[in-house]
């Protein structure tokens, strides 16, 4: 998967747990949380749509890296590139 | 005894919001039973496979936002969706309200088995690998949950919790906040029950197990009560929620008021847990009426329970008679022979149907009662199509459950 891949998927999977927000006017560089309403459990469902689409592990002490949208698509990358987009 | 008690120990109801498979407002719901419309359909549930069920459909972001109805539950949702109408329905001045002085009891049936069922079978695709387990489960599963997700829509900060009385608890739910407004622990509740359970396989399949599940070639023929063809129950979604507040209070606001609690009861069968006791039954009526200072021969109609099961609805039918006799104006209906049985909500749904009848004077029947099964005739019970021209003084609404959990409230005109 390519950055963009990644990306579309966080914004897949956003689009399902904040569906009253609009991500069209999303911006990468800011946290997720001051434009976004998403508290904690929100983030649990990032981490579990991961885990359940692409069976990737991101340990509790990494979520910090969930932050921002392109702080998200960073730390994924690696873990994801040899992945093909579902 | 209440009747007659001071006004502020005096609880009425104001405000009434409700989903059924009839409608989801309370003139399409009167509208559906006096026209004789059933509200059974087929339906479809993983393993279950056909069957029949009363499906509620309202709109669900009418009061909430698409996340939080993702976030809650089914039971939430409609809870949400019925307390926000009775508030409206009351005319409350909601923004300038003490919401610490409001409390929310909701009757449930059971509450956990849809997510749970749902979870289960989500992980069994995982390799039942419980990383795969949603951090949502004890939220959405706690047995508060519908009440709790009332007061974060609606900023509630007084008491919320459900009561878990099987079938009866629609009326459990509304005479706890009866109770609790007459102890002064709030100045408004929101009352009532709730039910998602049609969002369970396994309450159908038990049912099943049972030899308890409707079945009918014809959707609309198969909730029977009382009926010799009777098979079983068709289960129902649904949710009916009230605001009760003191007639003192009701009055001075100059409140439109549909109806008083004047009396009721719950007890305990003590016998079984799932064949009723006519006995306790009886005595659950019988000391509804007299705590509302009243007499059996004063009830204009009595909301049966009766759910179209085998041995169930005789048993009713003998309490019936025990406590009513052969008195010439007590006059019988029963609200899932329409809709089917809506469990949790069963109780306040079924009362809210029968409330108009005080405005309107009319009684709605009993449909597919065509045949009557001999133990269960009675004579004045209403077939086919609405009792016309009465004059309805009282209602008595009964709502039995499994563990015999018996449950009456009697509502009189004000």
Same mark, same amino acid.
């Given at each position: =998967?390519?950055?963009?891949?990644?990306?579309?998927?966080?914004?897949?999977? *956003?689009?399902?747990?904040?569906?009253?927000?609009?991500?069209?006017?999303?911006?990468?560089?800011?946290?997720?949380?001051?434009?976004?309403?998403?508290?904690?459990?929100?983030?649990?469902? +990032?981490?579990?749509?991961?885990?359940?689409?692409?069976?990737?592990?991101?340990?509790?002490?990494?979520?910090?890296?969930?932050?921002?949208?392109?702080?998200?698509?960073?730390?994924?990358?690696?873990?994801? #590139?040899?992945?093909?987009?579902? | 005894?209440?009747?007659?008690?001071?006004?502020?120990?005096?609880?009425?109801?104001? &405000?009434?919001?409700?989903?059924?498979?009839?409608?989801?407002?309370?003139?399409? *719901?009167?509208?559906?039973?006096?026209?004789?419309?059933?509200?059974?359909?087929?339906?479809?549930?993983?393993?279950?496979?056909?069957?029949?069920?009363?499906?509620?459909?309202?709109?669900?972001?009418?009061?909430?936002?698409?996340?939080?109805?993702?976030?809650?539950?089914?039971?939430?949702?409609?809870?949400?969706?019925?307390?926000?109408?009775?508030?409206?329905?009351?005319?409350?001045?909601?923004?300038?309200?003490?919401?610490?002085?409001?409390?929310?009891?909701?009757?449930?049936?059971?509450?956990? /088995?849809?997510?749970?069922?749902?979870?289960?079978?989500?992980?069994?695709?995982?390799?039942?690998?419980?990383?795969?387990?949603?951090?949502?489960?004890?939220?959405?599963?706690?047995? /508060?949950?519908?009440?709790?997700?009332?007061?974060? /829509?609606?900023?509630?900060?007084?008491?919320?919790?459900?009561?878990?009385?099987?079938?009866?608890?629609?009326?459990?739910?509304?005479?706890?906040?009866?109770?609790?407004?007459?102890?002064?622990?709030?100045?408004?509740?929101?009352?009532?029950?709730?039910?998602?359970?049609?969002?369970?396989?396994?309450?159908?399949?038990?049912?099943?197990?049972?030899?308890? !599940?409707?079945?009918?070639?014809?959707?609309?023929?198969?909730?029977?009560?009382?009926?010799?063809?009777?098979? &079983?129950?068709?289960?129902?979604?649904? &949710?009916?929620?009230?605001?009760?507040?003191?007639?003192?209070?009701? #009055?001075?606001?100059?409140?439109?008021?549909?109806?008083?609690?004047?009396?009721?009861? =719950?007890?305990?069968?003590?016998?079984?847990?799932? *064949?009723?006791?006519?006995?306790?039954?009886?005595?659950?009526?019988?000391?509804? +009426?007299?705590?509302?200072?009243?007499?059996?021969?004063?009830?204009?109609?009595?909301?049966?329970?009766?759910?179209?099961?085998?041995?169930?609805?005789?048993?009713?039918?003998?309490?019936?008679?025990?406590?009513?006799?052969? /008195?010439?104006?007590?006059?019988?209906?029963?609200?899932?022979?329409?809709?089917?049985?809506?469990?949790?909500?069963?109780?306040? !749904?079924?009362?809210?149907?029968?409330?108009?009848?005080?405005?309107?004077?009319?009684?709605?029947?009993?449909?597919?009662?065509?045949?009557?099964?001999?133990?269960?005739?009675?004579?004045?019970?209403?077939?086919?199509?609405?009792?016309?021209?009465?004059?309805?003084?009282?209602?008595?609404?009964?709502?039995?459950?499994?563990?015999? +959990?018996?449950?009456?409230?009697?509502?009189?005109?004000?």
């Amino acid at each position: =998967m390519t950055k963009d891949d990644i990306r579309e998927t966080i914004i897949d999977i *956003l689009s399902d747990i904040a569906p009253d927000d609009d991500l069209t006017q999303l911006r990468d560089d800011v946290a997720f949380r001051e434009q976004l309403q998403l508290d904690s459990m929100d983030f649990l469902d +990032i981490v579990m749509e991961l885990r359940k689409r692409y069976r990737v592990q991101i340990p509790e002490e990494e979520y910090l890296h969930l932050r921002s949208m392109s702080s998200t698509v960073e730390y994924l990358e690696p873990r994801m #590139r040899d992945l093909q987009k579902v | 005894m209440v009747s007659g008690s001071p006004d502020q120990q005096r609880i009425v109801i104001t &405000g009434i919001g409700l989903t059924s498979p009839l409608g989801n407002t309370l003139a399409d *719901l009167r509208a559906g039973l006096l026209a004789g419309r059933s509200g059974v359909e087929p339906y479809e549930i993983r393993y279950v496979g056909k069957t029949l069920a009363g499906v509620c459909r309202f709109e669900e972001t009418r009061f909430q936002s698409r996340k939080d109805v993702r976030r809650g539950t089914r039971a939430g949702c409609i809870a949400v969706y019925c307390s926000n109408d009775a508030i409206l329905d009351a005319g409350l001045p909601w923004s300038d309200l003490d919401k610490s002085r409001v409390g929310v009891y909701i009757g449930l049936t059971e509450h956990g /088995n849809v997510e749970t069922e749902n979870e289960v079978y989500e992980l069994s695709q995982y390799d039942h690998d419980i990383k795969f387990w949603s951090h949502h489960h004890n939220p959405r599963t706690v047995a /508060n949950n519908p009440a709790g997700e009332v007061t974060i /829509n609606l900023g509630i900060t007084g008491p919320h919790y459900t009561i878990g009385a099987a079938c009866a608890a629609g009326n459990a739910g509304l005479i706890q906040g009866a109770q609790m407004l007459r102890l002064g622990e709030v100045d408004y509740a929101l009352a009532g029950g709730v039910s998602e359970s049609i969002r369970t396989f396994g309450i159908f399949a038990s049912f099943k197990s049972q030899g308890a !599940l409707a079945s009918h070639e014809d959707p609309t023929k198969a909730s029977r009560p009382f009926d010799k063809a009777r098979n &079983g129950i068709v289960v129902a979604e649904g &949710g009916c929620m009230y605001l009760l507040e003191r007639y003192s209070d009701a #009055r001075a606001r100059g409140a439109k008021i549909y109806g008083e609690l004047v009396g009721y009861a =719950m007890n305990s069968d003590a016998t079984d847990f799932v *064949l009723p006791n006519p006995e306790r039954q009886a005595e659950c009526m019988e000391k509804a +009426i007299r705590t509302a200072g009243l007499t059996p021969d004063q009830i204009d109609i009595v909301s049966t329970h009766a759910t179209g099961t085998s041995g169930g609805d005789v048993q009713e039918a003998q309490a019936l008679r025990r406590v009513f006799r052969e /008195n010439e104006r007590t006059l019988y209906n029963n609200s899932k022979s329409f809709f089917g049985h809506a469990m949790g909500a069963a109780g306040a !749904l079924e009362l809210a149907g029968n409330l108009p009848s005080f405005a309107d004077g009319a009684c709605h029947a009993t449909l597919n009662l065509t045949d009557p099964e001999p133990e269960c005739d009675l004579p004045r019970m209403v077939r086919d199509t609405p009792r016309e021209g009465v004059r309805v003084d009282t209602i008595l609404n009964n709502s039995f459950g499994m563990l015999g +959990i018996n449950s009456s409230v009697v509502i009189k005109r004000v």
